[in-house]
């Protein structure tokens, strides 16, 4: 605990916390990449479970660079975040959870390119079963998110 607190008094944590302007262009930064991310993943996964089936599957692939450029934009951002309060969020459950869920995503994310743009004929079911998990994982994540603010630190 002592590290995050230092962490959270260092000039990048004062900075953040004590300005008018920094913390809360962080969140829109952090909103815009998630909204890139979970968007184009919501969009491929919606895809893959038979929404619009008249796109090729084939045409979705050049979204994932965009993917990642969200994800970076997030985890970049939201490490900044994290440090202007690091004792208080490291302690909140749902950072933990939110943590977690997001690790996995990226995880089946990953799957996700490979079995869907494996080469094969159509969809697979492994491709769809990973599509619904990322669509539920992503949104778990999201939730947690939120519930951050409204959580404590189990004692």
Avoid: C
Avoid at 33 to 55: E, K, T
Avoid at 111 to 121: D, K, M, P, V
Avoid at 130 to 137: G, Y
């Amino acid at each position: 605990m002592a590290f995050l607190a230092w962490l959270s008094e260092s000039p990048l944590g004062e900075w953040v916390s004590g300005s008018t302007w920094v913390y809360p262009g962080l969140l829109f930064v952090h909103t815009l990449g998630l909204g890139i991310l979970v968007g184009l993943n919501s969009a491929l996964g919606l895809r893959l479970l038979g929404v619009a089936p008249q796109v090729p599957v084939a045409d979705l692939e050049p979204l994932f660079p965009y993917m990642w450029a969200g994800f970076w934009l997030n985890a970049v951002s939201g490490s900044v975040l994290f440090v202007a309060d690091a004792p208080k969020k490291a302690a909140n459950p749902s950072f933990i959870v939110k943590l977690v869920l997001i690790a996995v995503a990226v995880v089946v994310m990953r799957a996700l390119r490979r079995e869907a743009f494996a080469g094969s004929a159509g969809v697979t079911a492994r491709a769809r079963t990973l599509a619904a998990a990322s669509l539920l994982l992503w949104a778990g994540a999201i939730t947690a998110g939120r519930l951050m603010a409204y959580t404590t630190a189990l004692k």
